[in-house]
């Protein structure tokens, strides 16, 4: 279908400038707290506060997908990402901690974007490349690298406010350029259900929350990770601001590296085989980051391979949602499982900060809990989930009088 590649290219592009949006408090995270005096619980507080409404904001984002489509829905959210990295730009400058809170909150719009181009996507592919397309599209969570590695940099070359211009300045361009050259499929067609019957019709769906959970375990743990690295690398390994970030965005690449290979290899093998793999893998780098191992090679290494395991199980799960959710219902069903991932990276980072062993500079029961959760999708995945489970609930006979 002529058409494909160009929009699979801007909306990946238009989910990584927002991702870095929404991801700008991360990499900042040992200055606002050195600045402010924050303890570790406020800290992991702040960095966690905008995933929460990129988490939730993306059941409403898919759902408004399914009705006007991506090519409205991308510039909308790309555009009303701005004011609130202006804002945060205005709240650190004053050293208000409740301001940060506040609109940091509001910053979370920009990670909305994900619901949207999940269902774009899967208009434009047939079904046997809709792992190759939505794998190389979560690809654009790549802005995270791009954020860890330039955020703190961009402050130290260019300031800190004008850094959050920077941002604003490419938001507002990717909004341009989206509205400008994004088209919906030939085929796509809008659904003008009413928003709470389509969200709850989709919750019905047992199929809706065993993936939720499952992207939970993976793509939420690449999300805290990202997010709270920079924070963890400081307490346990003492590494100043640019050398978490550039190790942060390390971990980063893996991920979004890894991604598309989980959607390709799910198109050929499945999505449950390369789901396991991941689950397993995570479960035993989670086990070993739990020792805290030594720098630098065992603990890069430990890292990277789970970034790399987490970025394969985040590609394959939507491989599986693409398989078996109802056709009508991809992007509602996607805008849950997707905020139950952005859910799945808001608490481990409060976890995180509340399990902090300041005397021996650890985070190891974080770590545990971390590879229990991962256990219990590598069960689900392995016996609980079958096709059935995608099909609409069956509703009781009526009563014969």
Known sequence: MPGQMRNLFLATWAFCITFWAWNMIGPLGIRYATDLGLSAGQKSLLVAVPVLVGS?????????????????MFPILTLATIPAVILVAIAGQANSYPLLLVFGF??????TTFAVGIPFLNAWFPPERRGFATGVFGAGMGGTALSAFFTSRFVNWFGYVPTHLIISVALAVTAFVTWTFLRNAPGWTPQHTAFVPKVMGAARLAITWDMAFLY??????????STYLPTY???????????????????AIAAVVARP????????????????????GALLMAVILATRPALEWRAGLSFVLMAAFMG??????????????????????????GAAGGLGGFFPPLVMGATYDEVHHSY??????????????????????????????????????
């Open 106 to 111: 509001f910053l979370g719009i920009g990670g």
């Open 56 to 72: 939730l904001g993306r059941i409403p984002a898919g759902a408004l997908t399914d009705r006007y489509g991506a090519r409205v």
């Open 233 to 251: 690398l400081h307490d346990v390994y003492g590494f100043a601001l640019p050398q978490a970030g550039t190790r942060t965005a390390g971990f």
């Open 216 to 225: 939970a375990a993976c793509f939420g743990g690449f999300v805290a990770f």
């Open 312 to 337: 394969l199980g985040s590609g394959a799960v939507f491989t599986w949602v693409a398989q078996l959710a109802p056709s009508d219902r991809v992007g509602s069903v996607t805008g849950i499982v």
């Open 364 to 401: 190891t029961h974080g770590l545990v809990l971390l590879a229990v959760v991962t256990a219990l999708a590598l069960i689900l995945t392995e016996f609980l989930i079958t096709p059935k489970r995608g099909s609409e609930p069956e509703l009781p006979a009526p009563a014969r009088v």
């Open 261 to 280: 290979i989980g959607g390709i290899v799910a198109d050929r093998i499945g999505p449950r085989k390369v789901l396991f793999i991941a689950f397993l």
